[in-house]
């Protein structure tokens, strides 16, 4: 048990540290992509750092909605989301940064593969740009949409503190 408890707080302290030190330093390129000649003129890096920014993203929600949930040091933390109703807010914004992500990973990969196929053809292509950012979005609201009215939040209380597991989807349930 205490190994398993060990394993978990240095994992997270790791991840934590990590992120930390990524974000920055991740966000400086994905601007210097999108916003500095001549990378700003080509759509697939554009796509690319569209990519990068939700995985990272979703890294930060996923950390917040489901590892830091259980250590007792957030207990405020998360008692301020619960008071303000903010629980939803953050878990449907996982939901979506988790599907934006997994599709423009998808749509990188696509582009790639459009490349290689029409390798002799020079071009720089913002309808592929358009059309995937268009479609990430699309193919994530319904799984956004389903957690919306399909999920709720449920707390496990113990005695010095509560535990917030926000998302517990129930379907097909019968009371």
């Known amino acids: 048990f205490y190994s398993m408890v060990a394993f978990d707080h240095c994992q997270t302290i790791m991840i934590s540290v990590v992120l930390m030190i990524t974000l920055p330093i991740a966000f400086l390129v994905y601007a210097k992509l999108c916003f500095v000649q001549p ?4 759509y697939t890096f554009k796509l690319i750092a569209f990519n990068g920014i ?8 996923f950390l917040l909605c489901y590892q830091l949930a259980t250590y007792q040091f957030m207990y405020g933390f998360y ?9 939803r807010t953050l878990t449907t914004l996982d939901n979506a940064l ?20 029409t390798i ?36 496990l209380t113990f005695p010095e503190y509560s535990v917030l597991i926000p998302k517990t989807i129930e379907t097909d349930t019968v009371r």
């Open 120 to 155: 002799k053809r020079k071009g720089n292509d913002s309808s592929f740009f358009v059309i995937s950012m268009v479609l990430c979005i699309l193919l994530t609201l319904p799984q956004v949409m389903d957690f919306c009215t399909t999920s709720r939040t449920t707390y």
């Open 54 to 61: 939700t995985e990272l993203l979703s890294c930060v929600t």
């Open 98 to 117: 988790s599907g934006c992500a997994l599709h423009s990973a998808l749509f990188v990969s696509l582009n790639r593969l459009k490349t290689i196929i």
């Open 39 to 42: 990378y700003a003129i080509n």
């Open 79 to 87: 008692q301020f989301l619960i008071r303000n109703n903010l629980v």
